[in-house]
């Protein structure tokens, strides 16, 4: 299949018939496109499938397969996609901060990605879970608005920023990072970490999330979250493997895998 075939495929995916402009704006509405379309999720770690991080390979899952992925796969494939409009783009990593102290040291597990659109530095990050950003960011402090809520980044000390979102009335740190371009070696040693190792909430829970005109969907086991625009979270808790399998294909759009495996896991997944 050519380059050509798999970008269009790539556009139906996420409901373009075309590239939009190489604008900001138009990168601002990929983005959207893109999140809303593919959904954060990690069945393959969870049912314990080795997860390749090749672009052929990215294509055949969440773009053929309509899968979703974790921050290595849609971080890749849209950076890739950037590069088909002709963006520079660099490769970041993070360390997650997220449910740890601000002073934490955690590994630089998270991947995110710097472009330059009409000269300047931004920000992207489609594959953040339940946060994931869905605009773009200027590189600059001070709050800025996406279609999912208020996020700002702050800077620090030795070049390091930090990714912080607006939760609940109060700025919470979502990841620190800094300018240093990775490249796809290290992405796959950290993704070969949070896939396999024992303590990886990535082999260890179900994790799906998926934003939505208006609200933010996210599933973490069996208790199934919607947020509103102010925040206000609606729970419920699914009752066994055929719900899970429902809201998995119906809400977040994930063309399940095959086999009676996935049942046997999302029946053990505890509440």
Request: charged share 20%.
């Amino acid at each position: 299949m050519s380059d050509a075939t798999l970008w269009d495929d790539y556009l139906q995916r996420i409901g373009l018939h075309s590239w939009p402009s190489a604008t900001l704006d138009g990168v601002a509405s990929l983005v959207l496109r893109h999140v809303q379309a593919i959904p954060f999720e990690n069945l393959d770690p969870l049912l314990r499938k080795p997860v390749s991080l090749a672009l052929p390979d990215l294509h055949r899952k969440l773009v053929a397969g309509r899968r979703g992925g974790y921050c290595y796969e849609h971080n890749l494939l849209f950076g890739a996609a950037l590069r088909e409009l002709g963006f520079t783009v660099t490769d970041l990593a993070a360390s997650v901060l997220w449910s740890h102290p601000e002073d934490a040291i955690t590994p630089r597990t998270h991947m995110l990605l710097q472009v330059r659109i009409d000269g300047q530095p931004h920000i992207i990050d489609v594959g953040f879970g339940a946060m994931t950003l869905t605009g773009v960011l200027r590189l600059e402090p001070g709050v800025q608005a996406t279609p999912h809520g208020d996020f700002r980044l702050v800077p620090g000390e030795a070049g390091n920023w930090r990714m912080q979102a607006m939760v609940g009335g109060g700025w919470r740190t979502l990841y620190r990072y800094d300018l240093q371009a990775q490249t796809l070696p290290d992405y796959e040693v950290a993704s070969h970490y949070v896939s396999t190792h024992p303590d990886s909430m990535f082999i260890r829970d179900l994790l799906a999330a998926r934003p939505i005109p208006g609200a933010r969907l996210a599933l973490r086991n069996r208790e199934y979250t919607r947020y509103g625009p102010d925040g206000t979270a609606h729970r419920r808790t699914l009752a066994g493997a055929a719900e899970i399998r429902e809201v998995l294909a119906v809400d977040f759009g994930i063309g399940l895998p095959p086999g009676s495996r996935l049942n046997d896991v999302l029946e053990r997944l505890p509440e």
